[in-house]
């Protein structure tokens, strides 16, 4: 892993989960960790659902873009993060490899949608914590 670890969240519609998991990595890692999202079959914008429930934590998606997954991006990243988007995702030798078996945002309302963005938070903050343990003092 480069001293800037990259991270792709993959779902199908790249529109709810990879975007919150994106949105949630950005805010609590900061820029100490490159922050990438796509989807197999990405819709034209993001789950109004999705980004509402991100705005009552404090973080913008709103603005966000779905993006079709690449070889590229895949290639570029250290750790693949996927979300229900079945063998979609090419595999690339030394990468890590995650599936977050998480229910879908899509067509569902915020109280629903909630719980998920709660448990996509606590994984991206324990992904947090391996990707940059806490530096012991000196």
Aim: aromatic letters at 4%; glycine letters at 8%.
């Amino acid at each position: 892993m480069t001293d800037k670890p990259t991270v792709l969240f993959v779902c199908v519609h790249n529109a709810g989960r990879s975007q919150m998991a994106a949105g949630y990595l950005r805010a609590l890692a900061g820029d100490s960790i490159e922050v990438l999202s796509a989807g197999s079959a990405p819709k034209d914008t993001i789950n109004p659902v999705a980004v509402d429930a991100m705005a009552e934590e404090g973080i913008d998606i709103a603005n966000n873009t779905p993006k079709v997954l690449t070889v590229e991006a895949v290639r570029e990243s250290d750790v693949v993060i996927t979300m229900g988007c079945g063998d979609a995702c090419p595999i690339f030798p030394g990468k890590r490899y995650e599936d977050w078996e998480l229910d879908d945002p899509a067509g569902q309302g915020i109280e629903s949608v909630r719980p998920i963005r709660d448990d996509i938070r606590a994984r991206v903050e324990a992904l947090i914590a391996e990707l940059i343990p806490p530096t012991a003092p000196a």
